[in-house]
T-cell receptor, first 113, second 111 residues
């Protein structure tokens, strides 16, 4: 079946621009996670949704980062006024049971110039 | 906050040699997961360990969870070129959402 999909796969933004990254989780998966992965590093947790409820946003690095999942399926991660330090791969993952196996999407590589 | 440390950062082996990566958490974990990420790819789930002292095997891969549930290891026997990639451990504290990943061990295999 279809896995987690993310779009766009690559995004180049000029510093100060806003960007929106989309995640389509596996159908029926209740839990959805966003992670940020810098080059050569492990993924770092950003935020977690259970259905449409954002239960944990403790990993969002600043108030420029905002995530939503209004209907409990597709999620969007928005970054306002992008900075160079925001350059990274943004990974979305979904799962059926909180804390168990997470299925990752291919990621969106964001480059801020 | 919770920290998960992994060593070594890089490991070069000859094809056919064994490989081990170690993971240590600053706090007790409710469970630990292992993921593999191929170059240019995304993390793929390998296994979850839950019980203190647990050992699980998947063909040439052996996973262990420490008695204190603060450390774990992954051992690969007789590496093959298909084992190339970065191996991450990831911990989840009880009641916390999301995973805390280690920095990973990059496995490089020389034929």
């Amino acid at each position: 079946g279809a896995g987690v999909s993310q779009s766009p796969r690559y995004k180049v933004a000029k510093r100060g621009q806003d960007v929106a990254l989309r995640c389509d989780p596996i159908s029926g998966h209740v839990s959805l996670f966003w992670y940020q992965q810098a080059l050569g590093q492990g993924p770092e947790f950003l935020t977690y949704f259970q259905n449409e409820a954002q239960l944990d946003k403790s990993g969002l690095p600043s108030d420029r980062f905002f995530a939503e999942r209004p209907e409990g399926s597709v999620s969007t991660l928005k970054i306002q006024r992008t900075q160079q330090e925001d350059s990274a791969v943004y990974l979305c993952a979904s799962s059926t049971i909180r804390g168990y196996e997470q299925y990752f999407g291919p990621g969106t590589r964001l480059t801020v110039t | 906050g919770q920290q998960v440390m992994q060593i070594p950062q890089y490991q070069h082996v000859q094809e056919g040699e064994d490989f081990t990566t170690y993971c240590n958490s600053s706090t007790t974990l409710s469970n630990i997961q292992w993921y593999k990420q191929r170059p240019g790819g995304h993390p793929v789930f390998l296994i979850q360990l839950v019980k203190s002292g647990e050992v699980k095997k998947q063909k040439r891969l052996t996973f262990q969870f420490g008695e204190a549930k603060k450390n774990s290891s992954l051992h690969i026997t007789a590496t093959q070129t298909t084992d190339v990639g970065t191996y991450f451990c990831a911990g989840r504290r009880g009641g916390a959402d999301g995973l805390t990943f280690g920095k990973g061990t990059h496995l490089i295999i020389q034929p």
